[in-house]
């Protein structure tokens, strides 16, 4: 991994458990405890609106709880530092890659704090309570929804993501499954391409085969350390 321009970084749920978020998945297949299939679909959705907007609301609410932490910040840094192409990607719907200063950022799945237009698409910031039935600020319809990819949906700039992919050296997986798609399929077609591959991960993924090398621990002493290891070499 000595010969290395290009980066792109996948993030998972792990990295933001560490600062307190929950895991997508819990205890009895349960997202804080409700059915993934309650709170995340369009079905959901069309079926009990309150629910889901409440649901994200308090999530929403939530992140005024908690903090990046050192992985969160040493990504920053590697922003900051890197002097080629970075992308990193985010399975997280929460902002603490922001608040740690990240710059060169993807939310594939979407993000807490904006809302979505079901009538015209717009996406706009948003910080407060989202109610169903909430006007578009940009077309005025009532229309707005959590600003979240639900299952079976497709998730944003998947264009940018597999152009990133396809140019990269290496390609660094963290905190993640291994298990959603198409964020579990991004490391075959990096080393299709040619690239090195580096998991980051607490245990070991449903995907850990794919990868060159995996590194088992917390990422708030991983990704420092790897940072470090990286910027040293630049």
């Not at 660094?172 to 291994?178: A, D, H, L, N, P």
Request: hydrophobic residues 45%; negative net charge; aromatic residues 6%.
């Amino acid at each position: 991994m000595d010969d290395i321009r290009n980066i792109v970084v996948l993030t998972g749920a792990g990295i933001s458990a560490e600062s307190g978020i929950a895991t997508f998945r819990g205890p009895g297949g349960l997202w804080e405890g409700h059915r993934v299939e309650d709170v995340c679909t369009p079905q959901a959705l069309m079926r009990d609106p309150e629910l889901v907007h409440r649901f994200y609301d308090l999530r929403r609410a939530a992140l005024a709880t908690v903090a990046p932490n050192a992985a969160h910040d040493a990504l920053a840094r590697l922003d900051a530092a890197w002097p080629d192409d970075l992308l990193i990607v985010t399975q997280n719907v929460d902002d603490l890659h922001e608040r740690a200063g990240a710059r060169r950022l993807l939310h594939m799945h979407g993000e807490l704090k904006s809302a979505l237009c079901a009538a015209c698409e717009t996406r706009t910031g948003w910080s407060d309570g989202l109610p169903p039935g909430a006007a578009c600020p940009a077309c005025g319809a009532p229309a707005l929804r959590p600003d979240i990819v639900f299952f079976g949906e497709m998730p944003y700039a998947m264009d940018r993501i597999e152009a990133a992919l396809a140019a990269c050296d290496l390609f660094v997986s963290i905190g993640t499954s291994g298990a959603v798609y198409p964020a579990a399929g991004f490391v075959r077609t990096a080393k299709w391409h040619g690239a090195a591959t580096l998991e980051l991960n607490l245990d070991p993924s449903d995907g850990s085969f794919h990868f060159d090398e995996s590194r088992m621990g917390p990422a708030g002493m991983l990704v420092p350390e790897w940072v470090d290891s990286v910027l040293a070499k630049a």
